[in-house]
T-cell receptor
Framework: NAGVTQTPKFRVLKTGQSMTLLCAQD?????MYWYRQDPGMGLRLIHY???????AKGEVPDGYNVSRLKKQNFLLGLESAAPSQTSVYFC????????????FGDGTRLSIL | DQQVKQNSPSLSVQEGRISILNCDYT??????FLWYKKYPAEGPTFLIS?????DKNEDGRFTVFLNKSAKHLSLHIVPSQPGDSAVYFC??????????FGTGTSLTVIP
């Protein structure tokens, strides 16, 4: 069981470029999440999805878009990358909220020059 | 406004001693409280949880305590081992799809 897989693991972009981060989970989870982690800031929720075809904004959604066309995949897009988006991005999934823990991928380290 | 605070960014403990990690929250309507552990270059992994109807939950060397009146959550690790060196996040949530992560505490267990 792979759990949650993030692609790519590392990427360097120039300001203004676009890219998509892919998250795939094989646990048949309903909920999926995208976070960014910055020094001293903990995990901040960017967008999340409570099921296939649905998305919702989190704490820091500006500059990002997401799509959940298939239950197992959650894509995070940067349309025009900015240096402020340099961060480590984590994807997670869970069966639902309540007391169900989230299962995280190993992260994507993204640098915007 | 920060709903959840981990006021100690770092903590160092000697191997074999107790590690105590703390988390404070502001809203009394939270129902579930979870702890995650994160190693470098890996994603966080779930460690232990407690619901608001309990004040203690134990799993091996790990015990989580909940003081609802003080809005305080703590994780005790006894005895601490070098492999416990990691960043620990608290995750506090209610039944209405709202959840908040703390900023993390970096634990170093010194051999």
């Amino acid at each position: 069981n792979a759990g949650v897989t993030q692609t790519p693991k590392f990427r360097v972009l120039k300001t203004g470029q676009s890219m998509t981060l892919l998250c795939a989970q094989d646990m048949n989870h309903e909920y999926m999440y995208w976070y960014r982690q910055d020094p001293g800031m903990g995990l901040r929720l960017i967008h999340y999805s409570v099921g296939e075809g649905t998305t919702a904004k989190g704490e820091v959604p500006d500059g990002y878009n997401v799509s959940r066309l298939k239950k197992q995949n959650f894509l995070l897009g940067l349309e025009s990358a900015a240096p402020s988006q340099t961060s480590v991005y984590f994807c997670a999934s869970s069966q639902h909220t309540g007391n169900q823990p989230q299962h995280f991928g190993d992260g994507t380290r993204l640098s915007i020059l | 406004d920060q709903q959840v605070k981990q006021n100690s960014p770092s903590l160092s403990v000697q191997e074999g001693r107790i590690s105590i990690l703390n988390c404070d929250y502001t809203n009394s309507m939270f129902d579930y409280f979870l702890w995650y552990k994160k190693y470098p270059a890996e994603g966080p992994t779930f460690l232990i949880s407690i619901s608001s109807i309990k004040d203690k939950n134990e799993d091996g060397r790990f015990t989580v305590f909940l003081n609802k009146s003080a809005k305080h959550l703590s994780l005790h690790i006894v005895p601490s081992q070098p492999g416990d060196s990691a960043v620990y996040f608290c995750d506090i949530r209610n039944t209405g799809n709202q959840f908040y992560f703390g900023t993390g505490t970096s634990l170093t267990v010194i051999p």
